[in-house]
């Protein structure tokens, strides 16, 4: 590798446990990441992190996206695993493929194609967070080669990809959003690229300096102190924000499905001492590594109509504390106010009407592009 360049993450997905039943036999998938930073050096990440035996790879593409289940004709690249064309990776492990020479833009739209010619039970498949894109799935047979894959199934859940590396220059900065559904983009409009992280890296696109890559770690359903739909944030922490390569910094945005409960469990309860017990223990684990973190204070969900009961008046209370310890404390390096920039002034338990994608909880298309654009972009320096 250049001594004047290093890894950075450029597009990220945090594993879980598959939903749902889905399984694949002999069949091809097709994912679609967008990442944020460009390069000419891409490397790719497969996890097999809940798995409970080897996953194989037979073969793995990787290409510019044209439209649908099409790349760009001309672009398609191997991947290889130590030089071997195909990977049998570990349970529970992640496999880095070899480096690759492909000229992506920022902002370029990628397609990663992964053949797994042996049967991978729907208990058994990793899914990352939810895409609010489309992938495909082939009917059986291996298409990771074909300029035009056969569609057998569409999905909008990435499977087995959890991450896109760049090759960037030593100057490079690397940002992990690391949160719950907000931060995933929950209800959002499907293949727009309405997440606040996205609008977040096309600010930083746009202001055309050091490049930084945004890396979505967020997971829908995501606590700090409860395992939900994988591991809690506190347990994860060490995997989707320190193993990131090239990371930097992190926008931690987590709590509200804390508060919410929303399993109803007396024992998972919290209060906000607990909370910020939590966010200081990620504040210690980032600085002990070198990297600065930002916090982001809760928004409201006083009419949440998503979940029965979500909301209650001590809820609301313990969210007020926790924004307030976020805001006051001097803890974190910085803070996103994503609560000032959604809540209605007249209704200060709930967000504006205009923001809010009318489940009182999830934003709007609209309120994602706020939440990005709330982001001090001094604060990535």
């Given at each position: 590798?250049?001594?004047?360049?290093?890894?950075?993450?450029?597009?990220?997905?945090?594993?879980?446990?598959?939903?749902?039943?889905?399984?694949?036999?002999?069949?091809?998938?097709?994912?679609?990441?967008?990442?944020?930073?460009?390069?000419?050096?891409?490397?790719?990440?497969?996890?097999?992190?809940?798995?409970?035996?080897?996953?194989?790879?037979?073969?793995?593409?990787?290409?510019?996206?044209?439209?649908?289940?099409?790349?760009?004709?001309?672009?398609?690249?191997?991947?290889?695993?130590?030089?071997?064309?195909?990977?049998?990776?570990?349970?529970?492990?992640?496999?880095?493929?070899?480096?690759?020479?492909?000229?992506?833009?920022?902002?370029?739209?990628?397609?990663?194609?992964?053949?797994?010619?042996?049967?991978?039970?729907?208990?058994?498949?990793?899914?990352?967070?939810?895409?609010?894109?489309?992938?495909?799935?082939?009917?059986?047979?291996?298409?990771?080669?074909?300029?035009?894959?056969?569609?057998?199934?569409?999905?909008?859940?990435?499977?087995?990809?959890?991450?896109?590396?760049?090759?960037?220059?030593?100057?490079?900065?690397?940002?992990?959003?690391?949160?719950?559904?907000?931060?995933?983009?929950?209800?959002?409009?499907?293949?727009?690229?309405?997440?606040?992280?996205?609008?977040?890296?096309?600010?930083?696109?746009?202001?055309?300096?050091?490049?930084?890559?945004?890396?979505?770690?967020?997971?829908?359903?995501?606590?700090?102190?409860?395992?939900?739909?994988?591991?809690?944030?506190?347990?994860?922490?060490?995997?989707?924000?320190?193993?990131?390569p090239g990371v930097t910094h992190v926008i931690a945005m987590l709590?509200?499905?804390?508060?919410?409960?929303?399993?109803?469990?007396?024992?998972?309860?919290?209060?906000?001492?607990?909370?910020?017990?939590?966010?200081?223990?990620?504040?210690?684990?980032?600085?002990?590594?070198?990297?600065?973190?930002?916090?982001?204070?809760?928004?409201?969900?006083?009419?949440?109509?998503?979940?029965?009961?979500?909301?209650?008046?001590?809820?609301?209370?313990?969210?007020?504390?926790?924004?307030?310890?976020?805001?006051?404390?001097?803890?974190?390096?910085?803070?996103?106010?994503?609560?000032?920039?959604?809540?209605?002034?007249?209704?200060?338990?709930?967000?504006?009407?205009?923001?809010?994608?009318?489940?009182?909880?999830?934003?709007?298309?609209?309120?994602?592009?706020?939440?990005?654009?709330?982001?001090?972009?001094?604060?990535?320096?």
């Amino acid at each position: 590798m250049p001594s004047d360049k290093r890894w950075v993450g450029s597009w990220a997905a945090a594993p879980a446990p598959a939903e749902g039943v889905v399984g694949f036999n002999n069949q091809t998938i097709r994912l679609n990441p967008r990442i944020s930073i460009g390069g000419e050096r891409l490397r790719v990440r497969i996890s097999n992190a809940y798995g409970n035996h080897p996953l194989i790879i037979g073969t793995a593409m990787i290409a510019l996206r044209d439209k649908g289940a099409t790349i760009t004709a001309g672009t398609g690249r191997k991947l290889t695993f130590g030089g071997r064309d195909s990977a049998v990776i570990a349970a529970g492990a992640v496999q880095y493929s070899d480096s690759i020479d492909l000229a992506v833009p920022p902002l370029g739209d990628l397609a990663v194609s992964l053949h797994l010619p042996s049967e991978v039970p729907a208990n058994f498949v990793i899914t990352g967070r939810y895409a609010r894109q489309t992938n495909y799935i082939s009917p059986p047979g291996n298409y990771a080669a074909e300029t035009v894959m056969p569609v057998g199934n569409l999905t909008d859940q990435w499977f087995f990809l959890c991450g896109v590396d760049v090759l960037a220059p030593n100057d490079a900065l690397g940002v992990v959003a690391l949160g719950d559904s907000l931060t995933d983009g929950n209800i959002s409009t499907i293949d727009a690229f309405c997440r606040w992280p996205d609008q977040l890296a096309r600010r930083l696109v746009a202001r055309a300096r050091r490049p930084v890559g945004v890396m979505n770690n967020g997971l829908g359903g995501n606590r700090i102190l409860h395992d939900v739909r994988g591991d809690s944030g506190l347990r994860r922490f060490d995997r989707d924000v320190l193993a990131q390569p090239g990371v930097t910094h992190v926008i931690a945005m987590l709590g509200t499905n804390d508060l919410r409960n929303r399993w109803a469990k007396p024992e998972e309860e919290v209060i906000a001492e607990q909370v910020i017990a939590g966010l200081e223990q990620m504040a210690l684990r980032a600085h002990a590594w070198g990297i600065k973190i930002i916090g982001a204070t809760l928004t409201p969900f006083g009419n949440e109509t998503y979940m029965a009961n979500a909301w209650t008046p001590i809820r609301e209370k313990h969210r007020v504390a926790i924004n307030a310890w976020i805001r006051e404390s001097g803890v974190f390096d910085g803070v996103v106010d994503f609560d000032a920039a959604l809540r209605d002034p007249d209704i200060p338990t709930q967000m504006r009407v205009v923001d809010d994608c009318g489940d009182g909880l999830h934003p709007s298309d609209g309120g994602y592009r706020k939440m990005g654009d709330a982001i001090d972009l001094a604060l990535l320096a």
